[in-house]
């Protein structure tokens, strides 16, 4: 049996315009699940998932509530990957049994290891939590960014070196649908053992290190467009059904795909090609089945 990685974008939890209950979450989910509980007797599936609004929240959460101790970010992030891996665990589970499929659904809460002098860590860029109107009592280790709503911290966004939990990842997809590195993984690093780091990393780099750990046949990365477009959002705006990973790498040399959306999904399918894998797959969740038949989606080979 073949094996698919797939990176549910954010559009999978939470709409545009939405606030993010828990009503809305598991609406939207079952709809994303409906297009992949169909593929579980076709395929080995590992997925992974976005954590930006969730972990946001939590930290919302926690600057309101003064009286409880904070966490630190990787910490949001496991309670994330808990939370978001146990409402797909549920939707998945009811929506295999519906069609007589008894495999069953797992979480794994992952550790990813990057490295502490990893360039990121010099000029964060990532920006994180509720906008504060001072930063006076802010921590003076904090990286911040001036807005017009107020100052915002910053976090590195560094790459994803090794998946601490890879050998009970590997152990375990062919019996089960594993849900893991969530959010990207909580990001450790080794000091006299792990310790965690207050980061992000990407989700998508993340889905490419587990496509590679158990040698994926594909990667599928799902967002919010049917595919991937050239001039994104001009009058020349052009969709790309195929790309070689030249093609590719040159597209992401002239800018065409930013670093802040498209950038490391394309950064994650040329990786995954140049590490071995067949063939990568960008599209949107309702195109995902008639994108593995190669008649929507961008596909992206060598």
Sequence with gaps: MKTIVIALGGNALIKPKQKG??????????????HIVRLARKYNIILTHGNGPQVGNLLLQEEAAKSVPKMPLYVCVAETQGQIGYMIQEVLYNRLHALGIRKPVVTLITQV???????AFRKPTKPIGPFYKSEKNLPKNWELAKT???YRRLV???EPKKIIEENEIKKTYKEAIVIA???????VV???GLKGIDAVIDKDLAAEKLAEIVDADMLVILTDVPCVYLNYKTKSQKPIRKMNISEAEQYLKSAQFPPGSMGPKIRAAVKFLQKGGKKAIITSFDLLEESLKGRAGTMIER
Aim: with cysteine.
């Design 181 to 187: 590195c969530g959010g990207g993984g909580v990001p």
């Design 190 to 192: 080794e000091r006299h």
């Design 113 to 119: 290891l990057v490295d502490p002098k990893d360039p």
């Design 156 to 158: 590195a966004s560094p």
């Design 21 to 34: 209950t828990i009503e809305d979450q598991m609406e939207n989910l079952d709809k994303a699940m409906e």
């Design 148 to 150: 017009p709503f107020g």
